[in-house]
C-alpha cells in the first residue's frame, strides 16, 4: 500500500494563477483533511471531508476550495493565489475504526 | 471546543539527557491525545496515542507519555537523548465523537546538542 500520497511536492505559482493539488489514499479511509503548516502556528485545518460527495470548511478555508468525487481522491483548490498561501500543505486520513490520522509527504508551494 | 498548547517552540537537550516535552489540552470531554514527529522535509509521523487504556503509553524510539486527567496534560519524556530525535515534535487532540476533528499544537523543535 501507497498510504498517503500528494502531488505535486514542490510547486511555484506567480500571485493570481490557480492550481490543484491531489492527495490519494489507498487505505478506503472515509475522512480526508487539508492542512497547511507555518513556521510556530502548527498544523490548521483548512478543508476536511466525512465521505465521498461532501466536504467542510476548517479552520482557515478562505482562498480554498476542495472536492471528494471519489472516496480515494480530495482535491484542494487555490483560484487566484495570494503571497499568503505560500506554506506547506498536508493531506491526512482517517478511518472510522481507528485512532490516528495518517498523513502525505507534503506540497511545498511558493506563491510569488 | 477542545485545544491544545505545547510549551516551549524550542527546547534544547544534551546528548543522553533526559527529553521533556510539555502538553495541555482542554476538551469538553476525556478526549484521544496524540504526540507526532516530523523530521525536517517530511511528513507527519505517530509516535504514540492515548486512547483511555492504560494513562502511561509507550511509543516508538523509546519515548511515552503520561496522560494525566488532574492536570489536563500529556507530556512526552525520553530518557536519553540521541542526535536522531532532533525534529520538530507535535502534540495533538481527537474528541470521540463528531467528524473526528483533530487540533494540533504549534509544535516544539527538538534540538540535541552532542
Known amino acids: 500500500n501507497a498510504g498517503v500520497t500528494q502531488t505535486p511536492k514542490f510547486r511555484v505559482l506567480k500571485t493570481g494563477q490557480s492550481m490543484t493539488l491531489l492527495c490519494a489514499q489507498d487505505m478506503n479511509h472515509e475522512y480526508m483533511y487539508w492542512y497547511r503548516q507555518d513556521p510556530g502556528m502548527g498544523l490548521r485545518l483548512i478543508h476536511y471531508s466525512v465521505g465521498e460527495g461532501t466536504t467542510a470548511k476548517g479552520e482557515v478555508p478562505d482562498g480554498y476550495n476542495v472536492s471528494r468525487l471519489k472516496k480515494q481522491n480530495f482535491l484542494l483548490g487555490l483560484e487566484s493565489a495570494a503571497p499568503s498561501q505560500t506554506s506547506v500543505y498536508f493531506c491526512?486520513?482517517?478511518?472510522?475504526?481507528?485512532?490516528?490520522?495518517?498523513f502525505g509527504p507534503g506540497t511545498r508551494l511558493t506563491v510569488t | 471546543a477542545q485545544s491544545v498548547t505545547q510549551l516551549g517552540s524550542h527546547v534544547s537537550v544534551s546528548e543522553g539527557a533526559l527529553v521533556l516535552l510539555r502538553c495541555n489540552y482542554s476538551?469538553?470531554?476525556?478526549?484521544?491525545l496524540f504526540w507526532y514527529v516530523q523530521y525536517p522535509n517530511q511528513g507527519l509521523q505517530l509516535l504514540l496515542k492515548?486512547?483511555?487504556?492504560?494513562?502511561l503509553v509507550k511509543g516508538i524510539n523509546g519515548f511515552e507519555a503520561e496522560f494525566k486527567k488532574s492536570e489536563t496534560s500529556f507530556h512526552l519524556t525520553k530518557p536519553s537523548a540521541h542526535m536522531s530525535d532532533a525534529a520538530e515534535y507535535f502534540c495533538a487532540v481527537r474528541g470521540r465523537t463528531g467528524y473526528q476533528k483533530v487540533t494540533f499544537g504549534t509544535g516544539t523543535k527538538l534540538q540535541v546538542i552532542p
Open positions: 491526512a486520513s482517517l478511518t472510522g475504526g481507528s485512532y490516528e490520522q495518517y
Open positions: 476538551s469538553s470531554v476525556p478526549p484521544y
Open positions: 492515548y486512547t483511555s487504556a492504560a494513562t
